[in-house]
């Protein structure tokens, strides 16, 4: 079977269906590999799905149950999505990081039935959080640490294929203190995969890294992908920025994600090394997203590790809605977040009208990746435009070629290493602190995460506040710890306009320089 034919046709097809078709035609075809030395065929993941889908039946999930998990980025991680689509539940994968305050709002508004966790993670013990978390819901709490509830597949009742409807709940924190909750269909998260295909062009030959948390959206793209390619996933739990790039180049790694965090580090480790040797020797592209990306990075990764950097704009609410293609001029992968991605529609807007290409405005978008809305209803007024255009949020400009750049954001929110943090959360409860009369939460540029959260705040007469301080009660306060501020500043006014509204892009300018 040559390579083309070993690529499937995901139109109209559900994870599921995927996830049988891939085994029928590639059976004994490694589909990942972990940094313990575990592998796992497509075969022995069909498989391992059912069995898992027979214990999780038995315990009464199935079509339509509501099913939060946490769990790190392992096989089973992987094989709980299969079992639990092969099921038709609904599934909300949380990232690990989220604790009490976070976890316990999604459960309540997400009417949450099931919560599958690890024992310990990172050594974090996860059922006392989780026990906090659901009290006053009756919902069944699973540890798999690292074992799945297994049955006999025989018992299972008939899959029933549901493309279009509700199966995926997606939490992003966008520009207010609660997550909020993206409603996605198997027909979205297949269309966010159809993006990065056709911008990367993965073949079954391929090694993709699978870098990043999977309960991220991005997960569960790269798993429709598998479905779809037969690509190899070299999964890592934890990220280290020594460790991980030696794993990923020993092993044969081609499409090395998956944003400018990691790419940073792929260069870094790649300095370390003779002149001569090469980290990854068989890697073709640097793809990934998720934040900002300097403008010379592509020229460097390209002149010491051999290869382009494939960059792309999405959302949690709309994932992958641009990408540079690979064989897009240097330019472009250097200078842009790429174009709209097949059957996705953008356009920018400000003060009321259509930009015309070359001028900054809000991008606007509209295609079959977009979510269904927010589990919350009353949030999609302020989503959706007239039109029916989703607002991302995010300023931009579409030049002549239809080449994408993101410029800034409407929405007040910092992305530390891919992930969303609401700059009004921190600010709300520093604000409670009794030493704190006036702060404002901002994100300043960095190399190493893409951006760090920085709290300035201006102090009541004759109190003092350290940065110690300020991560301890932001703890005492059940703030994640990636949502904590590195950087602490005290000055003696905050600067705003007429209207009252803090100038942030001052405080970016005074403040930017600083680490």
């Not at 316990?104 to 099931?114: T, V």
């Not at 890294?209 to 934890?238: K, S």
């Not at 300035?456 to 301080?469: R, Y």
Request: hydrophobic residues 40%.
């Amino acid at each position: 079977m040559g390579a083309s034919e070993m690529i499937l046709d995901t139109a109209n097809k559900t994870l599921w269906q995927l996830i049988e078709e891939r085994a029928l035609i590639t059976p004994n075809k490694c589909m990942a590999r972990d940094e313990s030395g575990r592998t796992m065929t497509y075969g022995r993941y069909h498989q391992w799905c059912l069995e898992a889908a027979a214990g999780l039946h038995d315990l009464g999930i199935g079509i339509g149950s509501k099913v939060s998990w946490i769990l790190p980025s392992r096989f089973e991680s992987f094989v709980l999505t299969g079992a639990l689509s092969r099921l038709g539940a609904i599934q909300n994968p949380i990232l690990t990081i989220y604790r009490a305050r976070e976890v316990g709002f999604i459960a309540k508004q997400s009417g949450c039935e099931f919560m599958i966790i690890p024992k310990i993670f990172r050594s974090f013990e996860y059922l006392p959080m989780a026990t906090e978390a659901l009290l006053g819901l009756e919902a069944q709490v699973l540890v798999a640490d690292p074992d799945l509830p297994r049955g006999n597949p025989d018992l299972l009742p008939d899959y029933e294929p549901v493309l279009k409807e509700l199966r995926w709940l997606f939490y992003s924190s966008g520009t207010t203190a609660d997550p909020k909750g993206a409603k996605h269909s198997d027909y979205s998260m297949s269309a966010a995969n159809n993006g990065m295909q056709w911008s990367m062009q993965v073949g079954p030959n391929d090694k993709a890294a699978v870098v990043f948390p999977i309960t991220h959206v991005g997960g569960l793209v790269w798993l429709f992908n598998a479905m779809q390619t037969g690509v190899e996933l070299l999964m890592v739990e934890t990220f280290s920025p020594t460790q991980t790039p030696a794993y990923l180049g020993e092993h044969g790694v081609t499409c090395a994600g998956a944003g400018t965090v990691f790419w940073l580090a792929y260069l870094s480790a790649q300095r370390q090394l003779p002149i001569n040797e090469k980290l990854m020797p068989t890697v073709r592209i640097f793809n990934g997203g998720g934040a900002a990306k300097p403008k010379t990075l592509h020229y460097e990764m390209l002149a010491e590790l051999g290869a382009p950097v494939i960059g792309g704009w999405g959302l949690t609410e709309s994932p992958i809605n641009t990408m540079v293609h690979i064989d897009d001029a240097d330019i472009k992968k250097a200078e842009t977040d790429g174009r709209a991605c097949p059957e996705v529609l953008l356009r920018t807007v400000a003060d009321g009208h259509v930009c015309a290409a070359g001028e900054e405005g809000e991008l606007r978008v509209k295609g079959p990746q977009v979510c269904m809305g927010y589990l919350d209803a009353s949030l999609d007024a302020d989503a959706f435009d007239e039109d029916g255009w989703f607002r991302t949020g995010d300023l931009g400009i579409i030049d002549q070629e239809g080449y994408v750049s993101i410029t800034g954001r409407l929405k007040d929110i910092i992305i530390r290493k891919g992930e969303n943090i609401s700059a009004k959360e921190i600010e709300d409860l520093l604000y409670a602190h009794p030493a704190i009369a006036d702060c404002a939460v901002i994100g300043l540029p960095d190399d190493s995460s893409g951006e760090r959260a920085c709290a300035v705040v201006v102090l009541k007469i004759d109190s003092s506040f350290t940065k110690q301080q300020m991560i301890e009660y932001l703890r005492s306060k059940q703030l994640s710890m990636h949502k904590v501020p590195e950087q602490l500043e005290i000055i003696e006014a905050l600067p705003r306009n007429p209207s009252g509204k803090v100038l942030k892009k001052d405080l970016r300018a005074t403040f930017g320089g600083k680490a």
